[in-house]
């Protein structure tokens, strides 16, 4: 007894100051992004117009919104509806659903400067598409890809048997019984993979270097060259001149994640209670 306490104490004071310590770090990065970044935020970075003397982030702003949606448009859908067959409508021990977990997960630890060379030689080069937004947002929707199907899997997964079963029992279908019981169950997790992708989407740099390219202007059309605020933080600090003005993109880069994550936290848990309101 005394030693399977002893290692329940020791197991606690891990878990404490694992705690503390992930805390620490947290505050320590956000804090000095903040005190860095929010004393050089001016009017001028939000001009509509890139000059080199503003360096204004607006461009860079909408353009990331732009790839953002683009991706998610091209990636949520497939994503979701994947998952949706591999749990819900392929046979237990299918070799295809094995293949295609396999092969999710091997993507997902793909460095992303990989599929940057991949979208570089296929959608730019091959398919002639040119350095654009389009083949920057495709190239990021193969990579949150896989994130989004596993994500929704797992939430699918976690979904008690006994919904589907009682469902069933009252005379519901499968596909009534998937889209109106499984999925507004699932809808915080499958909510959770689509901000970790928009996490990625926003802080992807190397990717889009070499598929969306660096133009610091709002394009015109989707096979137009167009940065996005990581890339534009990283443009501005590899120059060297302009360091503090890459500290205040870096405060706004910091405050639309966190708005994200606000937003999406506060339509899950709506959607969940309308669900179930109608129910």
């Known amino acids: 007894m005394k030693t399977q306490k002893r290692e329940a104490?020791?197991?606690?004071?891990?878990?404490?100051a694992g705690t503390i310590l992930t805390l620490a770090i947290l505050v320590s990065v956000v804090g000095y992004i903040l005190i860095k970044g929010i004393p050089h935020l001016s009017l001028d970075l939000f001009a509509w117009k890139y000059t080199t003397e503003n360096?204004?982030?607006?461009?860079?702003?909408?353009?990331?919104?732009?790839?953002?949606?683009?991706?998610?448009?091209?990636?949520?859908?497939?994503?979701?509806?994947?998952?949706?067959?591999?749990?819900?409508?392929?046979?237990?021990?299918n070799k295809l659903v094995m293949v295609v977990r396999i092969t999710a997960e091997t993507l997902s630890g793909i460095p992303s400067i990989i599929y940057g060379l991949f979208g570089l030689l296929f959608f730019v080069t091959a398919l002639g598409l040119r350095i654009s937004l389009i083949s920057?947002?495709?190239?990021?929707?193969?990579?949150?890809?896989?994130?989004?199907?596993?994500?929704?899997?797992?939430?699918?997964?976690?979904?008690?048997?006994?919904?589907?079963?009682?469902?069933?029992?009252?005379?519901?279908?499968r596909l009534r019984t998937v889209f109106k019981i499984v999925m507004p169950s699932a809808i915080p997790g499958i909510l959770a993979g689509i901000i970790l992708s928009i996490g990625r989407i926003v802080g992807e740099t190397a990717a889009l270097i070499y598929t969306s390219g660096t133009v610091a202007e709002v394009p015109g059309s989707l096979f137009d060259s167009a940065r996005t605020l990581s890339v534009h933080m990283y443009a501005l600090a590899s120059e060297g001149l302009y360091l503090s003005q890459?500290?205040?993109?870096?405060?706004?880069?910091?405050?639309?994640?966190?708005?994200?994550?606000?937003?999406?936290?506060?339509?899950?848990?709506?959607?969940?209670?309308?669900?179930?309101?109608?129910d």
């Not at 990021?140 to 997964?157: D, G, N, W």
């Not at 500290?247 to 994200?260: D, E, N, Q």
Request: no cysteine; net charge positive; proline share 3%.
């Open 55 to 93: 360096v204004s982030l607006l461009p860079a702003l909408i353009n990331t919104i732009l790839m953002t949606l683009l991706a998610l448009l091209l990636a949520a859908p497939l994503g979701i509806f994947a998952a949706v067959y591999l749990v819900e409508y392929a046979k237990k021990g």
């Open 246 to 278: 890459s500290y205040a993109t870096a405060v706004v880069l910091l405050l639309i994640v966190m708005g994200i994550n606000a937003l999406s936290s506060s339509v899950a848990r709506w959607i969940e209670r309308s669900s179930y309101g109608k």
């Open 9 to 16: 104490i020791f197991l606690r004071v891990l878990v404490y």
């Open 136 to 173: 920057g947002a495709l190239t990021l929707s193969i990579m949150i890809l896989p994130l989004i199907m596993r994500t929704t899997e797992e939430a699918l997964l976690a979904v008690p048997i006994e919904y589907r079963e009682g469902s069933f029992g009252l005379g519901a279908g």
